[in-house]
């Protein structure tokens, strides 16, 4: 992936981590929403070996697959796209793959990036597997941008850093020359006694004490970074702060930019549209998490301008974005 | 970017620092909110003794801010490190009752406007038909009404400005005494009438008690 491409920025990645917090029914439901506002999207299930996204948005059996091209059965990965029922909304599915797809090779990947990043759709959504795999953060790579997901619950929370870590080391790596990043690391492993460096920030921090226009410069790549989080399944008990404060803690802490696009109220319905394999947002348009839902999209929406640089809580506790340029 | 440990205790707390006591109670209650042990939002985003330390740091910066004596100090240390502006510092002020009327702040006080028409551009008492009127020695309500349909000025447009009830001045045009009200209302009433005509009020006033009088005067010996 060359500097350029990295560039594009309607290619959004959705990822959380933990499994089961909503990854594909998000991606879905956002797919749905941007398609019905006229906007041509693809989705692309990126979740390789255990791609289901064609089950949420009601494609029971797509022909083509991601390995198709993976596999060059199918020449351009174009072909490899499905229409929806949904006016607007397109698709690629990763089912029906042959069970090793989910090893791919370190070209086959660069050549997959470069072909969804070349794709002529005005929002790509990837629905991203769990875990931090290179796969998973190679695809959130793919654009400075980039969808998080978690629910209110401390496995989640700490699945999501995980990640939001795992990819700000990806990073400082894909901007080192692999020599100077393996320095670094024994860098660190020396100012910290023998123990290896656990944590990206503080290997930053290493770096620029050591190369201060290097670690500039990497710093500033990182700061281009426009992330986005959304808390899934709250319940009404749940704290409503805790998005705000995940995005105000990535941003004094790990200096990312991380905007909150919302709560995601919990319902049971969500569960019964899943099993009958109806569309949520169809059958149960009326309700708080579709309500949620539709903000959500709507924020995603007009939320391009770039975020200001501090996070603060007013007092009636409604988080709200002030400039401090501290 | 700094790390946590080099930020002054006003980044630490994500405080301006012209902050006050209120607020600063307020962002270590909402910084306990994200690093307290229990705290869901930074879980496993600190190892313990990392915790351990960012509390204390956030103590730290809490009691030094919130004393009134070490804050000052502080900021003195933060001023001459030139960190931080004389000007921006926090100032007490003493709270002042809020005022009930505060006419400069609710700002919706609709001043008296003459309304404008193209003939009220010069002084009315060029105009023949007015110079006539107030050449008479006595003014009933007919000659008021007369001016003012002559100036183009509609009896909704002097009610918006003088906010008296339409009958009121429609009994005053009509001459009608026994619906006057008492002659103190009742001059007031006539002065801003010939205001809004631009016409001498005084003058108005005068003469057109001297007429109602006289009027009721008769009715009252017949």
């Given at each position: 992936m060359n500097g350029e491409d990295?560039?594009?920025?309607n290619i959004w990645p959705i990822g959380g981590?933990?499994?089961?917090?909503?990854k594909t029914f998000l991606t879905g439901s956002l797919g749905l929403l941007l398609a019905r506002q006229g906007l041509r999207t693809l989705l692309i299930d990126?979740?390789?070996?255990?791609?289901?996204?064609h089950t949420v948005i009601g494609?029971?059996?797509?022909?083509?697959?991601?390995s198709d091209f993976v596999n060059k059965?199918?020449?351009?990965?174009?072909?490899?796209v499905t229409k929806t029922p949904v006016p607007n909304l397109y698709f690629i599915s990763?089912?029906?793959?042959?069970?090793?797809?989910?090893?791919?090779v370190h070209t086959q990947k660069m050549r997959l990036l470069r072909a969804i990043s070349k794709l002529p759709y005005e929002h790509i959504l990837l629905d991203l597997g769990a875990g931090t795999s290179f796969n998973t953060i190679d695809f959130f790579l793919i654009s400075n941008t980039g969808i998080f997901i978690t629910t209110p619950e401390p496995t989640s929370i700490e699945n999501v850093y995980r990640l939001i870590r795992s990819v700000y080391l990806r990073k400082i790596r894909q901007v080192l020359r692999e020599e100077a990043f393996r320095e670094l690391l024994q860098a660190a492993v020396m100012r910290s006694d023998g123990s290896p460096a656990k944590n990206p920030e503080d290997l930053l921090r290493i770096l620029k004490e050591c190369d201060p226009v290097q670690g500039g410069l990497l710093e500033e790549s990182l700061r281009a970074f426009r992330f986005k989080l959304v808390l899934n399944?709250?319940?009404?008990?749940?704290?409503?702060q805790i998005g705000p404060l995940i995005c105000r803690i990535c941003e004094k802490h790990l200096g990312l930019r991380v905007h909150f696009l919302g709560n995601i109220l919990h319902d049971d319905r969500v569960h019964d549209a899943v099993c009958r394999k109806v569309g949520f947002l169809e059958k149960y348009p009326y309700t708080q998490t579709a309500t949620d839902l539709r903000e959500f999209c709507n924020r995603f929406l007009t939320d391009r301008e770039e975020p200001p640089a501090g996070f603060h809580l007013d007092k009636t506790g409604t988080a709200t974005f002030m400039n401090a340029n501290s | 970017m700094k790390s946590f440990e080099e930020q002054n205790y006003y980044e630490m707390l994500d405080l301006?620092?012209?902050?006050s006591p209120f607020d600063i109670r307020h962002a270590y209650k909402t910084a306990l909110q994200i690093y307290?042990?229990?705290?869901?939002?930074?879980?496993?985003?600190?190892?313990g003794d990392e915790r351990t330390g960012v509390l204390a740091n956030l103590e730290r910066a809490f009691l030094t801010l919130i004393n009134d004596q070490s804050r000052m100090e502080y900021d003195r240390s933060l001023i001459t490190a030139g960190?931080?502006?004389?000007?921006?510092q926090y100032r007490s002020a003493p709270k002042k009752p809020i005022p009930l009327f505060d006419l400069e702040e609710t700002g919706n006080v609709t001043r008296m406007v003459f309304p404008h028409t193209?003939?009220?551009?010069?002084?009315?008492?060029?105009?023949p038909v007015v110079r006539e009127i107030m050449s008479k020695d006595s003014l009933t309500g007919q000659d008021l009404r007369r001016i003012r349909i002559e100036l183009g000025i509609t009896l909704e447009q002097i009610i918006e400005i003088i906010k008296v009830r339409r009958g009121l001045l429609t009994a005053i045009e009509e001459d009608r005494c026994e619906e006057l009200p008492s002659m103190l209302h009742l001059k007031s009433f006539l002065r801003a009438y010939a205001e809004c005509l631009r016409l001498d009020p005084d003058e108005v006033a005068a003469r057109y008690l001297k007429q109602a009088s006289g009027k009721s005067q008769k009715a009252e010996e017949s």
């Open positions: 990295s560039f594009i920025n981590g933990k499994g089961g917090s909503g990126a979740d390789l070996g255990a791609a289901n996204l494609v029971a059996h797509p022909g083509r697959s991601l059965k199918v020449e351009s990965l174009e072909d490899a990763g089912a029906g793959d042959n069970l090793d797809v989910a090893n791919l399944q709250l319940r009404k008990q749940d704290n409503h | 301006p620092t012209s902050a307290g042990d229990d705290s869901i939002v930074s879980y496993s985003f600190f190892s960190l931080m502006q004389e000007n921006e193209e003939k009220a551009l010069f002084p009315p008492v060029e105009l």
